[in-house]
């Protein structure tokens, strides 16, 4: 587990701030361009596990790059080039204050709610009689506050947003229509590769110019939920469990050793061979939807490589 990168300590030209994220950490260059670099750090439940993961820095990169790349025409996004594996290179954007959360299954979360009671999360309105893994009439967009670190993000209503002016009616009108357009193609794509978009979610920043556009990841297994289409209405006959691909897998695992990010809960000891198994989860996730294979990079000297390549980029520029 040597070759997996957990943190950065990079001193680029022209750099002004890093932000150290859950799992990516962010270089600001000379208030102009963000340097992203997913790191094998994995999250869940909000807390990071102690080991990385091998080649989930590069998954997560290459997969929220290829449907940048496949939502452009409808979304303008932040990205300008991904001179590395691990990096994607952006422009600057002042983040929104919420991630754009929308469902079109009873899963995940929104299932845990239902089971406790609820039929409302985040102002909507989930109807009786469902089960798990049922979808949706409609999808529904529940929107969450993004935390601080340390902090866990929270769920939160389109009229709580407006009424604390955390996002103008105007500029949130154009969220919620970027969200919908976004996941029908996420939906679409999907559905190429034998798939179901159960959920995901979006985070949008301005430009300096104003402009409104689609940052961060997008499609990836940690920001979104996958099913298998095949066998998915006989599964839901039989109330048995849907096969996914998403790292519910993973929250899953920690479940059921006794780990759901409460307070005084500890992190369960991942082995060497259980990490494998992660990576491999990973792997399987990244051919599934993206409908190609997986080509490992040269992890012996990732650091190093990282910073040949970010230098590179930038003094091209």
Request: glycine share 6%.
């Amino acid at each position: 587990m040597s070759n997996t990168i957990t943190e950065t300590n990079y001193n680029f030209p022209g750099q002004k701030s890093v932000y150290r994220g859950k799992v990516r950490e962010v270089y600001n260059i000379n208030d102009d361009l963000l340097v992203m670099v997913a790191t094998d750090r994995l999250s869940a439940f909000d807390v990071v596990m102690p080991k990385g993961i091998p080649y989930k820095g590069q998954i997560l990169n290459q997969i929220a790059t290829k449907f940048m790349q496949q939502t452009q025409d409808i979304v303008p996004n932040w990205l300008i080039a991904t001179p590395d594996p691990n990096v994607a290179v952006g422009h600057l954007c002042e983040p929104f204050k919420v991630e754009m959360v929308i469902r079109g299954y009873l899963s995940g979360h929104a299932a845990r709610e239902y089971k406790a009671g609820k039929r409302m999360l985040c102002g909507e309105a989930m109807p009786n009689g469902m089960k798990e893994n049922d979808k949706f009439p409609l999808p529904i967009i529940t929107p969450a506050t993004k935390a601080e670190k340390g902090d866990h993000d929270e769920d939160i209503s389109k009229d709580e947003i407006l009424a604390k002016g955390i996002v103008s009616a105007e500029d949130y009108a154009i969220l919620e229509t970027y969200t919908h357009e976004l996941f029908q193609r996420g939906t679409e794509i999907a559905a190429s590769r034998g798939l179901i978009l159960v959920d995901t979610k979006y985070e949008f920043g301005k430009t300096k110019d104003g402009k409104i556009v689609l940052i961060d990841e997008i499609h990836t297994p940690d920001s979104s939920r996958y099913f298998y289409a095949e066998g998915y209405e006989e599964r839901q006959r039989n109330d048995e469990p849907q096969k996914q691909l998403s790292k519910e897998f993973v929250r899953q695992w920690l479940i059921s050793n006794g780990f759901q990010g409460l307070e005084g809960q500890t992190v369960p000891k991942m082995s060497d061979a259980y990490i494998e198994t992660v990576s491999e989860r990973y792997i399987e996730l990244y051919e599934n939807i993206l409908g190609e294979k997986f080509e490992k990079a040269d992890v012996s000297k990732i650091h190093e490589r990282i910073e040949k390549n970010v230098n590179e980029f930038l003094q091209s520029r």
